[in-house]
Protein backbone atom coordinates (compact mmCIF):
# COMPACT_ATOMS: atom_id res chain seq x y z
CA UNK A 1 0.00 0.00 0.00
CA UNK A 2 1.44 3.61 -0.88
CA UNK A 3 0.38 6.62 0.77
CA UNK A 4 -1.94 9.02 -0.85
CA UNK A 5 -0.12 11.94 -2.83
CA UNK A 6 1.53 14.84 -0.63
CA UNK A 7 -0.98 17.23 0.31
CA UNK A 8 0.24 19.95 -1.79
CA UNK A 9 -0.55 18.09 -4.58
CA UNK A 10 -4.17 16.99 -2.94
CA UNK A 11 -5.05 20.91 -2.06
CA UNK A 12 -3.92 21.64 -5.80
CA UNK A 13 -6.67 19.10 -6.88
CA UNK A 14 -9.24 19.83 -5.04
CA UNK A 15 -8.37 23.86 -5.57
CA UNK A 16 -8.73 23.31 -9.54
CA UNK A 17 -11.64 21.13 -9.34
CA UNK A 18 -13.70 23.58 -6.81
CA UNK A 19 -12.77 26.43 -9.28
CA UNK A 20 -14.29 24.78 -12.03
CA UNK A 21 -17.81 23.89 -10.03
CA UNK A 22 -17.67 27.61 -9.44
CA UNK A 23 -17.10 29.05 -12.38
CA UNK A 24 -19.35 26.58 -14.63
CA UNK A 25 -22.39 27.29 -12.14
CA UNK A 26 -21.65 30.84 -11.98
CA UNK A 27 -22.02 30.76 -16.67
CA UNK A 28 -25.30 28.66 -16.17
CA UNK A 29 -26.07 30.85 -13.23
CA UNK A 30 -25.77 34.30 -15.33
CA UNK A 31 -26.32 32.79 -18.66
CA UNK A 32 -28.60 30.07 -18.70
CA UNK A 33 -31.74 31.21 -16.81
CA UNK A 34 -30.10 31.23 -12.89
CA UNK A 35 -30.15 27.40 -13.41
CA UNK A 36 -26.95 25.90 -11.89
CA UNK A 37 -24.54 23.29 -13.27
CA UNK A 38 -22.63 22.01 -10.78
CA UNK A 39 -24.94 22.56 -7.31
CA UNK A 40 -27.78 20.29 -7.66
CA UNK A 41 -28.83 21.41 -4.20
CA UNK A 42 -29.87 24.46 -5.65
CA UNK A 43 -31.72 23.31 -8.44
CA UNK A 44 -33.98 20.76 -6.24
CA UNK A 45 -35.31 24.19 -4.01
CA UNK A 46 -35.93 25.94 -7.25
CA UNK A 47 -37.61 23.08 -9.19
CA UNK A 48 -39.49 22.91 -5.73
CA UNK A 49 -40.40 26.14 -5.77
CA UNK A 50 -40.79 26.56 -9.26
CA UNK A 51 -43.36 23.22 -9.03
CA UNK A 52 -45.17 25.08 -6.47
CA UNK A 53 -45.67 28.05 -8.68
CA UNK A 54 -46.71 25.96 -11.42
CA UNK A 55 -44.13 27.26 -13.64
CA UNK A 56 -43.16 24.64 -16.10
CA UNK A 57 -40.83 26.38 -18.35
CA UNK A 58 -38.47 26.63 -15.38
CA UNK A 59 -39.73 23.25 -13.66
CA UNK A 60 -38.72 21.52 -17.47
CA UNK A 61 -35.11 23.41 -17.17
CA UNK A 62 -34.95 22.04 -13.45
CA UNK A 63 -35.53 18.73 -14.32
CA UNK A 64 -33.08 18.26 -17.12
CA UNK A 65 -30.38 19.50 -15.28
CA UNK A 66 -31.06 17.32 -12.20
CA UNK A 67 -31.37 14.15 -14.21
CA UNK A 68 -28.26 15.06 -16.60
CA UNK A 69 -26.30 15.28 -13.76
CA UNK A 70 -27.61 12.08 -12.06
CA UNK A 71 -27.36 10.15 -15.28
CA UNK A 72 -23.74 11.43 -15.53
CA UNK A 73 -22.51 10.89 -11.86
CA UNK A 74 -24.32 7.02 -12.65
CA UNK A 75 -22.23 6.99 -15.92
CA UNK A 76 -19.07 7.91 -14.16
CA UNK A 77 -19.07 5.30 -10.81
CA UNK A 78 -19.58 2.76 -13.71
CA UNK A 79 -16.86 4.14 -16.19
CA UNK A 80 -14.53 4.06 -12.45
CA UNK A 81 -15.96 0.82 -11.75
CA UNK A 82 -14.73 -0.65 -15.12
CA UNK A 83 -11.04 0.93 -15.19
CA UNK A 84 -10.81 0.99 -11.68
CA UNK A 85 -8.16 3.90 -11.19
CA UNK A 86 -8.83 5.41 -14.01
CA UNK A 87 -11.12 8.25 -12.57
CA UNK A 88 -9.24 10.46 -14.70
CA UNK A 89 -11.14 9.04 -17.73
CA UNK A 90 -13.99 9.87 -16.56
CA UNK A 91 -12.50 13.82 -15.87
CA UNK A 92 -11.49 14.10 -19.46
CA UNK A 93 -14.67 13.01 -20.79
CA UNK A 94 -16.22 16.00 -18.67
CA UNK A 95 -13.37 18.20 -20.22
CA UNK A 96 -15.24 17.21 -23.44
CA UNK A 97 -18.43 17.95 -23.11
CA UNK A 98 -17.35 21.29 -21.91
CA UNK A 99 -15.05 21.52 -25.10
CA UNK A 100 -18.47 20.76 -27.28
CA UNK A 101 -20.52 22.98 -25.30
CA UNK A 102 -18.07 26.12 -26.25
CA UNK A 103 -17.14 25.12 -30.06
CA UNK A 104 -20.72 24.08 -31.11
CA UNK A 105 -22.39 26.57 -30.56
CA UNK A 106 -25.43 24.98 -29.80
CA UNK A 107 -28.97 26.03 -28.78
CA UNK A 108 -29.03 27.26 -25.14
CA UNK A 109 -31.45 24.73 -24.12
CA UNK A 110 -28.82 22.21 -24.85
CA UNK A 111 -26.01 24.03 -23.30
CA UNK A 112 -27.22 23.24 -19.76
CA UNK A 113 -27.49 19.41 -19.70
CA UNK A 114 -24.21 19.35 -21.57
CA UNK A 115 -22.66 21.41 -18.46
CA UNK A 116 -24.65 19.51 -16.08
CA UNK A 117 -23.45 16.39 -17.47
CA UNK A 118 -19.60 17.20 -17.23
CA UNK A 119 -20.22 18.40 -13.72
CA UNK A 120 -21.64 14.98 -12.68
CA UNK A 121 -18.96 13.46 -14.26
CA UNK A 122 -16.38 15.02 -12.09
CA UNK A 123 -18.67 14.63 -9.41
CA UNK A 124 -18.32 10.66 -9.31
CA UNK A 125 -14.34 11.03 -10.64
CA UNK A 126 -12.72 11.45 -7.54
CA UNK A 127 -13.60 12.37 -3.68
CA UNK A 128 -10.63 11.93 -1.95
CA UNK A 129 -7.91 14.69 -1.21
CA UNK A 130 -5.35 13.58 1.23
CA UNK A 131 -7.09 12.93 4.71
CA UNK A 132 -10.05 13.87 3.84
CA UNK A 133 -13.35 13.16 1.66
CA UNK A 134 -14.48 16.69 -0.28
CA UNK A 135 -17.03 16.44 -2.80
CA UNK A 136 -15.74 19.57 -5.46
CA UNK A 137 -18.76 20.07 -6.93
CA UNK A 138 -20.68 21.13 -3.75
CA UNK A 139 -19.90 23.89 -1.13
CA UNK A 140 -22.61 23.30 1.70
CA UNK A 141 -21.14 19.74 2.95
CA UNK A 142 -17.41 21.63 3.10
CA UNK A 143 -18.63 24.55 4.81
CA UNK A 144 -20.00 22.01 8.08
CA UNK A 145 -17.14 20.26 7.96
CA UNK A 146 -14.75 22.74 7.85
CA UNK A 147 -16.60 23.78 11.37
CA UNK A 148 -16.52 21.24 12.62
CA UNK A 149 -12.73 20.49 11.88
CA UNK A 150 -11.91 23.89 13.27
CA UNK A 151 -13.76 22.94 16.66
CA UNK A 152 -12.29 19.47 16.20
CA UNK A 153 -8.88 21.09 16.59
CA UNK A 154 -9.04 23.83 18.96
CA UNK A 155 -10.45 21.11 21.32
CA UNK A 156 -7.49 18.93 20.56
CA UNK A 157 -5.32 21.74 20.79
CA UNK A 158 -5.97 22.86 24.42
CA UNK A 159 -4.91 19.55 25.20
CA UNK A 160 -1.79 19.44 22.94
CA UNK A 161 -3.37 16.35 21.09
CA UNK A 162 -3.33 18.55 17.62
CA UNK A 163 -1.92 16.62 14.46
CA UNK A 164 -0.81 17.70 11.34
CA UNK A 165 -3.51 15.71 9.65
CA UNK A 166 -6.16 17.61 11.75
CA UNK A 167 -4.59 21.07 10.29
CA UNK A 168 -4.07 19.75 6.63
CA UNK A 169 -8.02 18.31 6.76
CA UNK A 170 -8.95 21.76 7.59
CA UNK A 171 -6.68 23.53 5.26
CA UNK A 172 -8.27 21.17 2.79
CA UNK A 173 -12.04 22.40 3.49
CA UNK A 174 -11.03 26.08 3.55
CA UNK A 175 -8.82 26.40 0.79
CA UNK A 176 -12.23 24.34 -1.60
CA UNK A 177 -14.50 26.73 -0.25
CA UNK A 178 -12.26 29.93 -1.10
CA UNK A 179 -11.83 28.60 -4.55
CA UNK A 180 -15.48 27.70 -5.44
CA UNK A 181 -15.90 31.48 -4.91
CA UNK A 182 -12.83 32.31 -6.91
CA UNK A 183 -13.99 29.93 -9.91
CA UNK A 184 -17.55 31.85 -9.40
CA UNK A 185 -15.72 35.15 -9.99
CA UNK A 186 -13.87 34.33 -12.47
CA UNK A 187 -16.66 32.63 -14.37
CA UNK A 188 -18.57 36.28 -14.27
CA UNK A 189 -15.35 37.78 -15.45
CA UNK A 190 -14.72 35.50 -18.63
CA UNK A 191 -18.57 36.08 -19.65
CA UNK A 192 -17.00 39.16 -20.31
CA UNK A 193 -13.46 39.08 -21.59
CA UNK A 194 -13.75 35.73 -23.30
CA UNK A 195 -15.16 34.66 -26.12
CA UNK A 196 -15.49 31.25 -25.45
CA UNK A 197 -15.10 30.86 -21.86
CA UNK A 198 -16.13 27.17 -21.10
CA UNK A 199 -12.89 26.83 -22.96
CA UNK A 200 -10.72 27.66 -19.39
CA UNK A 201 -12.49 25.32 -17.34
CA UNK A 202 -12.12 22.57 -19.98
CA UNK A 203 -8.01 22.94 -19.87
CA UNK A 204 -8.59 22.97 -16.27
CA UNK A 205 -10.00 19.46 -16.24
CA UNK A 206 -7.85 18.44 -18.22
CA UNK A 207 -4.83 19.08 -15.97
CA UNK A 208 -5.60 17.44 -13.14
CA UNK A 209 -7.00 14.42 -15.82
CA UNK A 210 -3.39 14.29 -16.40
CA UNK A 211 -2.00 14.73 -12.97
CA UNK A 212 -4.24 11.65 -11.52
CA UNK A 213 -3.26 9.54 -14.87
CA UNK A 214 0.73 10.51 -13.96
CA UNK A 215 0.23 8.93 -10.33
CA UNK A 216 -1.55 6.35 -12.11
CA UNK A 217 1.14 5.24 -14.00
CA UNK A 218 3.79 5.74 -11.15
CA UNK A 219 1.84 3.41 -8.91
CA UNK A 220 1.60 0.97 -11.33
CA UNK A 221 4.95 0.83 -11.94
CA UNK A 222 5.86 0.48 -8.23
CA UNK A 223 3.45 -2.79 -7.86
CA UNK A 224 -0.36 -3.48 -6.76
CA UNK A 225 -1.18 -0.47 -4.74
CA UNK A 226 -4.71 0.19 -2.58
CA UNK A 227 -5.58 3.90 -2.63
CA UNK A 228 -9.64 4.98 -1.62
CA UNK A 229 -11.00 7.45 -4.33
Partial sequence: MTAGPPLIRSVLRASLLCLVAGYVDAFGYIMLDRVFAANMTGNTVLLAIAAAKGELVLMRAYVL????????????????????????LTLVLAAGLLFIAAAAEIERTWTLPFLAAAMGLQGSSISRFGPASLQTVVVTGTIVRLAEELVQILVKARHGDATEE???????????????AVGAGAGAVALVVLSAPLILPGFLLLAVAADLAIEHQANKRRGPVSAAR
Avoid at 68 to 88: M, N, P, Q, S, V
Avoid at 166 to 180: E, N, Q
Fill in 166 to 180: DRSTGVLFAVAWVFY
Fill in 65 to 88: TLSTFFLAAILGAILKRLFGRGAY
